[in-house]
C-alpha cells in the first residue's frame, strides 16, 4: 500500500485510473507519462499514455506514446515468464559485467599507481638536472591530466560496481516476491506497483518500414528488463491526462 500511496493515481474526466499510473516514464527528457482516455471508442483499446511534456506537439519533447492495453499485455507476458532458469541467466550475465568492471577497475587503480611513480621520477630528473624545467611542466601536467579522467572513471566503475552487485543480491528477493504472485490471473495496482519500480517509453523508430517503440521495465530488485515493441498506431483524441 505505501508504493501505491507513493505514485499518485488521479482519474481522468470519465473517472478511469490505470493501474500503471506514476509509474510510466519518458526515457528523453524523464518527465511522467500522462494517462489519456478516448470518448471516441467504446471499448478502452485506446486509453494510453503521452508524455507530459509534448503537449500535442507544442511542447519541449517528443511523442512519446504507448496504450495502456499494450503496455499491460507485455507486462504481464513478462511476468508469467519470469522463471529460476531465466533469472539464473539474467543473474550470470550480470555477474560477468561486473567481473568485467570489476578488471576494469583494478586496472586503472595500478594505472594510477604507475604515474605517480613516473610524476616522481620526473620529479627527481628535474631536481638532479637530467630534463629541463620545461620539460618536466610539458610532461608532469599531460600525467596529471591523465590522472584526473582515470580518477573520474574509478569513481564510476566504483558506483556501478557497487549498484550491480547490490541488484545481483537481491534476485533471490525478487524471485521471492513473484512467487507470491505466481496464481494471480490478472494484474492490479498492487501487484504493478510491489513488483515494478518504474516503466521507461522510448520514442519510436523506424525498422524494417515499421515503428518500433522500445520499453524499458526496472523490476523491484532486480533493476532494467528492455522489450522491443512493434508499434504502428498513434494517438486518437484524448481527454484530461491523469
Request: hydrophobic share 30%.
Amino acid at each position: 500500500m505505501q508504493a501505491l500511496r507513493a505514485n499518485k493515481r488521479r482519474p481522468t474526466k470519465t473517472g478511469k485510473t490505470s493501474i500503471f499510473s506514476g509509474l510510466v516514464y519518458c526515457a528523453d527528457c524523464g518527465a511522467k507519462l500522462y494517462y489519456y482516455t478516448c470518448n471516441t471508442y467504446k471499448d478502452e483499446s485506446q486509453d494510453h499514455f503521452v508524455c507530459s511534456n509534448y503537449k500535442s506537439n507544442t511542447g519541449s519533447c517528443q511523442i512519446h506514446y504507448i496504450r495502456e492495453v499494450t503496455l499491460y499485455r507485455r507486462v504481464r507476458l513478462f511476468r508469467d515468464d519470469f522463471t529460476q532458469e531465466m533469472l539464473a541467466q539474467d543473474e550470470a550475465s550480470r555477474k560477468a559485467e561486473l567481473t568485467q568492471k570489476r578488471k576494469a577497475l583494478s586496472g586503472a587503480q595500478k594505472r594510477m599507481e604507475d604515474l605517480d611513480k613516473i610524476i616522481q621520477r620526473l620529479y627527481e630528473d628535474s631536481v638532479l638536472g637530467k630534463i629541463s624545467d620545461l620539460r618536466f611542466q610539458k610532461l608532469s601536467a599531460q600525467y596529471e591530466t591523465e590522472q584526473e579522467e582515470i580518477q573520474r572513471l574509478a569513481a564510476s566503475l566504483e558506483r556501478e560496481i557497487e549498484n550491480e552487485a547490490g541488484q545481483i543480491a537481491d534476485v533471490g528477493r525478487f524471485l521471492q516476491l513473484a512467487d507470491r504472485y505466481s496464481d494471480l490471473q490478472e494484474l492490479d495496482a498492487a501487484t504493478v506497483n510491489e513488483l515494478i519500480e518504474k516503466i521507461v517509453i522510448h520514442s519510436p523508430e523506424r525498422i524494417g518500414g515499421k515503428k518500433h517503440v522500445t520499453i524499458e521495465v526496472y523490476f523491484t530488485y532486480v533493476g532494467k528488463i528492455r522489450i522491443p515493441l512493434a508499434k504502428s498506431e498513434l494517438p486518437t483524441k484524448t481527454e484530461e491526462p491523469a
